[in-house]
RNA sequence: GCGCCUGUAGCUCAGGUGGAUAGAGCAGCUGCCUUCUAAGCAGCGGGCCCGAGGUUCGAGUCCUCGCAGGCGCGCCA
């Protein structure tokens, strides 16, 4: 069990045995905190202060005998000692031996430790990225995808059951633009006079696809007619641009369960069935000739419109038979990851998923905000109409993929992202992920040198020897780990994960320059030997989590 | 006009369910390589947490109203 929970359950236990002293019914929640000084112990609770509260008593005086009921549900003698402060906190000071045997747990489970079976017989269905395949993908959609693809890493790691996919709208306009923008390229490539659709894809993209297609094809469609031209060309552009961005995707490290294409949706009638069904329920009505779905009652802006003048269905409601596919399939729990320019479209999906009668609650709609790119401290522009845009491949290959994946979660997706490439490029302490990567680097070269010295580390390291301050906040840094997991798990923000791997970093380091892990006594070198074992699971288990490798050289 | 996100050090950002003296990196300055990796360490400055009210014993955190930036508000996807 995480130290954090243990406290919070002595706390609780504490609070309990106290509560028909006090007359008091309810059940207050009880919330335990590390302190942010050091000295206001390993943990502090402010229950006393909650009680103090709903009992209309003195906060102090509470605090004095929960402090007495905790020492008496304290069989174990975990807690060292307790201090009643400030205006009514008890700050928990525990023994040095619970950070031993968390060490010590954390030594037995290896990579396993921080895992959990929280999320034991949950299912969770992770849609992410999903960008239309019409073009290559930019540096926002990196940022999707590296949030999507850590939680999916950390949902799993917490014993969930978790579905990765991909929605590709392969129907539609933009398909049809798509096809004839390429066939327009083709003819250029072919020395034919042509001109681009209007609101054509005009990236230079298209140029290069033109231009394969032509090696293969060569000058086939030169002089055909548009129609018959037109479906080889749809389906070539879409074809070899959603290949491109499985690649990119791959080379990013992030991979899928299922690549689901819209197109399925339609043949299989679920977009129909959809939309009957909401009709059975009276949440449809026509009007002008189309078809609307009352959104507006179900907490949307206004009603949307499902089927069109002409009879084709909209995205959205395509959309709806998407998401009524995933209820159907039964998961516990759907997180659909979403650049903000789609917040608008969450009331509206929300307002679906209640029409068809399902619970909106199992649905959660991460938005992912903008990403800037930086180079050299000026904003690298971009523009979409153009087609002139940085993609993610150019990204991958300048800074790596380990920089990249580290540098698109060192922020809360909630915020804006300035991406640095020049500092993401240095190779220095500036870089926070080689910082990172030194320390499981120079743990590994230690126990490289131990090798070569004979010094190997035994069954059961002294670690009742691991008294310095140092040494027991390298210990505290590593027993929280399973909190820092399970607090990415509660909120769904994987930031958390690197930030931190900078904590350890900067303790193992400082260490480092202070200390001696070999050459010390035979039982001191065994409990250091331990120490930094423990330190390099919680950072390669931790960098695994975010996607980066943890490299045993650098 | 309405909605969502954001506003914390010169810059980029952390600051679970409200807690005690608000943190980190970058940038700037000063030191440290005969040692298990200097992609490292130690130190020095730097703050009206956008503003105004409110709730509370207590607010960077919650509420209201402003201000500023970003993004949306299609029978596009």
Redesign the pocket.
């Known amino acids: 069990m995480d130290v954090?929970q243990i406290v919070?359950s002595l706390v609780l236990s504490a609070v309990r045995r106290k509560r028909g002293g006090w007359g008091m019914e309810v059940e207050l929640?009880?919330?335990?905190?590390?302190?942010?000084?050091e000295?206001?112990?390993d943990?502090?609770?402010?229950a006393a202060?909650?009680v103090?509260?709903h009992l209309h008593r003195k906060?102090r005086e509470i605090a004095a005998e929960l402090v007495a009921a905790l020492r008496e549900e304290d069989r174990e003698g975990r807690i060292a000692s307790l201090?009643v402060?400030?205006?009514?906190?008890?700050?928990i000071f525990l023994s040095e031996d619970v950070w031993r045997e968390t060490l010590a747990r954390a030594l037995a489970a290896g990579p396993r430790f921080g895992s959990s079976r929280v999320g034991a017989g949950q299912a969770v269905h992770l849609e992410f990225v999903s960008a239309?395949p019409?073009g290559p993908l930019h540096v926002g959609h990196g940022r999707g995808a590296a949030v999507g693809d850590a939680l999916a890493r950390i949902l799993e790691f917490t014993g969930h059951r978790v579905v990765r996919e991909y929605y590709v709208?392969?129907?539609?306009?933009?398909?049809d633009n798509l096809g004839r923008s390429l066939l327009a390229r083709y003819r250029e490539a072919c020395g034919r006079p042509s001109i681009l659709p209007e609101d054509g894809y005009r990236g230079e993209y298209m140029v290069e696809l033109a231009e394969a297609v032509r090696a293969e094809v060569g000058d086939r469609y030169a002089d055909a007619a548009d129609e018959s031209a037109l479906p080889f060309f749809r389906r070539e552009a879409g074809d070899r641009i959603l290949r491109g961005i499985r690649e990119d995707l791959a080379a990013f490290r992030v991979s899928y369960d299922r690549w689901f294409p819209?197109q399925e949706l339609h043949a299989s009638g679920e977009v129909t069935a959809a939309l009957a069904k909401l009709r059975d329920r009276g949440q449809v009505y026509e009007?002008?000739?189309?078809t609307?779905f009352r959104s507006a009652e179900l907490g949307d802006?206004?009603?949307?419109?499902l089927?069109?003048?002409?009879g084709?269905?909209?995205?959205?409601?395509?959309?709806i038979g998407y998401h009524s596919r995933k209820v159907a399939e039964g998961y516990s729990r759907m997180i659909d990851i979403w650049?903000?320019?789609?917040?608008?479209?969450?009331?509206?999906l929300r307002a679906a998923l209640k029409g068809l009668g399902e619970d909106d609650g199992r649905l959660t709609v991460l938005?992912i905000?903008?990403v800037?790119l930086?180079r050299d401290?000026k904003a690298v522009q971009m523009s979409t109409r153009s087609g002139e845009f940085t993609t993610l491949r150019e990204v991958l290959d300048e800074v790596g993929v380990d920089a990249a994946r580290f540098f698109y979660l060192?922020?809360?997706?909630?915020?804006?992202?300035?991406f640095?490439l020049t500092?993401a490029k240095?190779?220095?302490?500036?870089?926070?992920v080689?910082?990172i990567?030194?320390v499981?680097?120079?743990?590994?070269?230690?126990f490289?040198?131990?090798e070569g010295r004979g010094e190997t580390l035994g069954e059961h390291p002294p670690l009742s020897i691991l008294t310095l301050p140092e040494e027991t906040r390298l210990m505290k840094a590593v027993a929280r780990f399973p909190?820092v997991v399970s607090?990415c798990v509660?909120?769904l923000?994987p930031?958390?994960i690197p930030?931190y791997l900078?904590?350890v970093?900067?303790l193992?380091?400082?260490?480092?320059?202070?200390?001696?892990?070999?050459?010390e006594t035979p039982e001191r070198t065994q409990a250091?030997l331990a120490l930094?074992l423990a330190v390099r699971t919680v950072v390669a288990t931790g960098l695994s989590l975010i996607g980066v490798t943890a490299?045993?050289?650098?």
């Not at 929640?29 to 000084?37: A, D, H, N, T, Y």
């Not at 060192?410 to 300035?418: A, G, V």
């Open positions: 954090r919070e929640p009880v919330s335990v905190e590390i302190p942010r000084q000295s206001h112990g943990f502090s609770t402010n202060m909650q103090a509260r906060p201090e402060a400030g205006p009514g906190f008890i700050n239309n019409t709208n392969d129907v539609g306009n933009q398909m819209e009007s002008e000739g189309a609307y802006e206004k009603d949307r419109v089927v069109r003048g002409d084709r269905t909209t995205y959205f409601a395509a959309d650049g903000a320019d789609h917040h608008g479209y969450v009331s509206r938005l905000q903008f800037t930086i401290g060192l922020r809360s997706y909630h915020t804006h992202l300035d640095d500092l240095t190779q220095s302490r500036n870089n926070p080689y910082y990567q030194y499981h680097a120079r743990i590994s070269s230690i490289r040198e131990a909190d607090e509660k909120t923000e930031h958390r930030f900078l904590e970093a900067d193992f380091h400082a260490f480092y320059h202070q200390h001696r892990f070999l050459g250091r930094a490299p045993e050289r650098m």
